[in-house]
Nanobody, 125 residues
Framework: VQLQASGGGLVQPGGSLRLSCAVLKFVLDDYTIAWFRQAPGKERERVSC?????????YYSNSVKGRFTLSRDSAQHTTYLQMNSLKPEDTAVYYC??????????????????WGRGTLVTVSS
């Protein structure tokens, strides 16, 4: 599988951005998808994960819960990360990653995932 992430940019605090992650040449619903971010000098953080296991569920880290929304467009084989009420601490390179759909988010292994290229999000006035 190949992943193509896009949508990053510069936004003011309180603003919004929508990131996209396209699954190329494969079927989106064959994968559990997660979004990660890594800020300079910080560890990589998983911000959201979408699984179709057990009827499907989406999970968010406490740092973004209530502000970020991960959605799937199966017809377009694309996931979206809608980011609202952005804060300077959301500044990071954002990555999407995929593992086969039989893995629940709780079993998501970064080492076994396929990663897309990162997209930079900068929140600054």
């Amino acid at each position: 599988v190949q992943l193509q992430a896009s949508g990053g940019g510069l936004v003011q605090p309180g603003g919004s951005l929508r990131l996209s992650c396209a699954v190329l040449k494969f079927v989106l619903d064959d994968y559990t998808i997660a979004w990660f971010r890594q800020a300079p000098g910080k560890e990589r953080e998983r911000v959201s994960c979408s699984t179709l296991v057990g009827g499907g569920a989406t999970y968010y880290s406490n740092s973004v819960k209530g502000r970020f929304t991960l959605s799937r467009d199966s017809a377009q084989h694309t996931t979206y990360l809608q980011m609202n009420s952005l804060k300077p601490e959301d500044t990071a390179v954002y990555y999407c990653a995929a593992v086969p759909r039989y893995y629940h988010c709780s079993e998501f292994s970064a080492d076994k995932a396929t990663w897309g290229r990162g997209t930079l999000v900068t929140v600054s006035s």
